[in-house]
């Protein structure tokens, strides 16, 4: 087995790729922050093509880790008047542009036939049936997109390889730089440190089987409904 963690310098990525060395596997890992041959920049076409090309063999997995919730004083929208289209289409560049574009890229490394897992971390604020509270546009919207890009990138990837398993995982809130400032209200036992995020996914991963490519899973394994 041999994996791929794109968002390796990441709270949750860089726990993945710790996680999976500890259990053996090789890992190749990515980051908009790293230089050379482990540089990816999920807004730039070109640089993910190039990520693709430097990935040695055929990866049984593939975790996208990266996601933008805020960036300096820009944050999620509590209104509609807090509406940007700027801000809005970065949220869509990174949090479901950039892992559509790695799918381009590099599901087709992935083994033809056999067991195999392209995995994207999405959230369960992109559920539309279980959106009470409104606000978050951007990241809830953008979200949703990527959910519904998984359920399509499966359902064109099953004819390739039947095995396939391509998902969303909701990791919960995990104690990173990306929920700092959204942890006031985090129940108690369900903010997790990234080393325990990181196992938590991996059991997912784990348990999945074919019939459950293109849904999305929480970090618990219960389906989240879109």
Known sequence: MSAVVIGASG??????????????????????????????????????????????????????????????????????????????????????????????????????????????LSARVGSISDNKLGGWYGYRASKAAVNQLVRTLAIEDKRRNSSGIVVALHPGTVDTGLSRPFQGHVAPGRLFKPDRAAVQLLDVIDGLRAPDSGKLFAWDGVEVAP
């Open 11 to 120: 709270g949750i990525g860089a726990a993945l790729e710790a996680a999976l060395i500890d259990e053996g596997i090789a890992v190749q890992g990515f980051a908009r922050s790293e230089s050379g041959a482990r540089h990816i920049d999920l807004e730039d076409e070109a640089s993910i093509a190039a990520a693709a090309g430097r990935i040695t063999g055929s990866p049984t997995l593939v975790v996208v880790a990266t996601g933008l919730l805020h960036d300096g004083e820009r944050g999620p929208e509590k209104a509609m008047r807090d509406l940007d289209p700027v801000w809005m289409a970065r949220n869509f560049a990174i949090n479901a542009i950039g892992p559509a574009l790695v799918a381009k890229h590099i599901l087709p490394l992935m083994p033809k036939s056999g067991r195999m897992v392209f995995a994207v």
